[in-house]
């Protein structure tokens, strides 16, 4: 046993690098598992930092000075950030409320329905089951307003945590533009001289997440704005709210796009009915999925994100149920930078490999 530790040490751990790059991961994954709360202000910074970075890149390769390109990137990320915060958030929010007010006049006609599909199939639906599903929707519908007082005081706290980070995270996405080199050159103080794993996986990564991050923004963006638009005009209600659902679905593969359809039939069906309105509400929605998929993923995402479908799956789960939305976020470049440290990790065969090429 003691000799197949050895040989697998020697194998994998042979160098120094690989040894830096095993801690530095260890230490990450402890910080984050332990106050990751407390990090958050500060991973958003450097996440809208990077992607302000990208915009101040372009600029300059069009003959920005360094300075004007920084200037101009962030003051777009400024409006945009500030935009979302003051004029969408309050918005979705009075819909959001307008929503819960709603909820007794859609259970009394959701009990309608049901009473009519109960008559016409009572094999599927019979009596006694539709008076059980009544009496347990009321039940929680009567404890609503409870719920909502409770949870309006409980949160006050994260109001004022919101406060600040509205305040701290523009900040520190300013510094970071501003300081880039200098927190570079200063944490490159802590890597060796020599680092061609740590280059590797850079690389790969660099290209990866560029193109995920700033691709899975630009979608957001554009199918929550094409939603909200389109359901403002076909009027239907709570298009702010619907339009950020359906805008954040599409951070989960696969499964966003399926849960987000639940509530916007729902809201149709409450509206409408099963009318000529529904129908074409439902129609319009089908063919912004269908659009997303086919043509716009297709474009924003020029580098494929080469994993398989299940790790994609796999990894959601994993990084959701630890981060949060954040973790849902990031698990597609999350689950690549495992995929790149394991292709780009060196062995002592490849170490042999480079240090004599005709062996």
Do not use: C
């Not at 004007?68 to 400024?78: H, I, T, W």
């Not at 004029?87 to 009075?94: E, I, K, M, S, Y």
């Not at 944490?187 to 700033?214: D, H, K, V």
């Not at 319009?284 to 995402?301: H, T």
């Amino acid at each position: 046993m003691l000799d197949i530790f050895k040989k697998w040490y020697k194998r994998y751990l042979s160098e120094e690098e690989s040894v830096l790059v095993l801690v530095f991961l260890a230490i990450a994954v402890a910080l984050f598992m332990t106050i990751g709360d407390i990090l958050k202000p500060v991973v958003a910074a450097v996440v809208l930092a990077y992607l302000a970075q990208g915009v101040s890149g372009r600029l300059q390769r069009y003959g920005l000075p360094q300075w004007l390109g920084v200037a101009v990137s962030y003051l777009a990320f400024v409006g945009i950030f500030f935009g979302f915060s003051f004029a969408l958030l309050p918005l979705v929010w009075r819909q959001l409320l307008s929503l819960v007010g709603e909820m007794p006049r859609m259970l009394d006609q959701a009990q309608q329905f049901l009473g009519v599909l109960s008559e016409r199939y009572p094999d599927i639906v019979s009596k006694e089951q539709f008076m059980e599903l009544i009496s347990v929707a009321q039940t929680e519908f009567a404890g609503l307003g409870q719920v909502a007082v409770t949870s309006t005081l409980a949160s006050i706290p994260g109001i004022l945590t919101v406060l600040v980070y509205l305040v701290l995270i523009p900040m520190l996405v300013f510094f970071f533009l501003k300081d880039r080199e200098k927190l570079l050159d200063w944490l490159g103080g802590f890597l060796p001289a020599e680092r061609p794993l740590l280059r590797r996986i850079w690389t790969e990564m660099n290209e990866q997440f560029s193109n995920y991050a700033r691709g899975k923004v630009l979608e957001i963006l554009i199918v929550g704005s094409v939603t909200y638009f389109a359901f403002t005009w076909l009027g239907v209600a709570y298009a702010a709210l619907l339009g950020l659902l359906v805008g954040l679905s599409v951070i989960i593969p696969y499964i966003g796009a399926a849960l987000v359809t639940v509530p916007v039939v729902m809201v149709g069906f409450f509206q409408w009915g099963f009318t000529g309105e529904f129908y074409y509400m439902f129609a319009v929605y089908m063919i912004i999925q269908l659009l997303d998929g086919n043509v716009l993923v297709p474009f924003l995402f020029s580098e494929a994100v080469n994993l398989h479908p299940v790790a994609i799956i796999l990894a959601v789960l994993f990084f959701g149920g630890i981060w949060g939305l954040w973790g849902v976020f990031f698990a597609i470049p999350l689950a690549t930078l495992v995929k790149a440290i394991i292709n780009a990790w060196p062995t002592s065969e490849q170490v042999v490999s480079e240090a004599d090429p005709l062996t």
